[in-house]
């Protein structure tokens, strides 16, 4: 069964400097990969996503994630905090299926505070 | 174009009572899919509906159920509320010809079971 592993449930930074955020999933095939990012009282927005090709892929708000089949990990990074990055991030992934929805496995998520 | 919309926002509901949950996806979506997310356990995958059928199933007891209408629009029904059912409920609608394609998600509803 799948599973995902996120290290540290909870990050901080100081503004300006760099944001990583640890996933490890469990997969016997490597699964689609995706990183969610929760602000409060809102739902999911998609940072990125793997799917195949390039490791090293570019989301939105400056964010980007590699991933390493022989680590099974796809950590999230950004070079340089901003106050407005404050939130949850989840880390997740679904089993390569066609014609059919992505079940989502998520990790517990990493809540990231940014101090002035 | 309008985002996912879910209703009601929140709910207050007590105990052996049953509840409906509403989730109108983006247009031209089929596929929606609703997941639990309480602070226990995290983010949990419920069901997902395509063209009217499920497609799949987490691992819920059968109080918890769902359907959708031919427009898209899906319901989740909870029957016989437990406290450990409150949580936040998200719906999540995507194109779903393949599961690499973005699920988007509504705002959710907050259920709180007395």
């Known amino acids: 069964a799948q599973s995902v592993t996120q290290l540290g449930s909870h990050v901080s930074v100081s503004e300006g400097a760099l944001v990583l955020l640890r996933c490890n999933y469990s997969s016997s095939v490597p699964p689609y990969l995706f990183w969610y990012v929760q602000y409060p009282n809102q739902g999911l927005q998609l940072l990125l996503k793997y799917t195949t090709g390039a490791t090293l892929v570019k989301g939105i708000n400056g964010f980007e994630a590699e991933f390493k089949k022989s680590e099974t990990s796809f950590h999230l990074t950004k070079p340089s905090a901003h106050m407005s990055d404050a939130a949850e991030y989840f880390c997740?992934?679904?089993?390569?299926?066609?014609?059919?929805?992505?079940?989502?496995?998520f990790g517990q998520g990493t809540e990231l505070s940014v101090k002035p | 174009k309008a985002g996912v919309t879910q209703t009601p926002r929140y709910l207050i509901k007590t105990r052996g009572q049953q509840v409906t949950l509403s989730c109108s996806p983006i247009?031209?979506?089929?596929?929606v899919s609703w997941y639990q997310q309480t602070p226990g356990q995290g983010l949990q995958f419920l069901f997902e509906?395509?063209?009217?059928?499920?497609?799949n199933k987490g691992n819920f007891p059968g109080r918890f159920s769902g359907r959708q209408f031919s427009n898209s629009r899906s319901e989740m029904n909870v029957s016989t509320l437990e406290l450990g059912d409150s949580a936040l409920y998200l719906c999540?609608?995507?194109?779903?010809?393949?599961?690499?394609?973005?699920?988007?998600f509504g705002p959710g509803t907050r259920l709180t079971v007395l």
């Open positions: 999540a609608s995507s194109w779903a010809t393949s599961s690499y394609n973005e699920q988007f």
């Open positions: 509906y395509f063209s009217e059928t499920q497609r």
């Open positions: 247009s031209g979506h089929r596929s």
């Open positions: 997740a992934v679904t089993e390569r299926v066609y014609n059919q929805g992505g079940k989502l496995i």
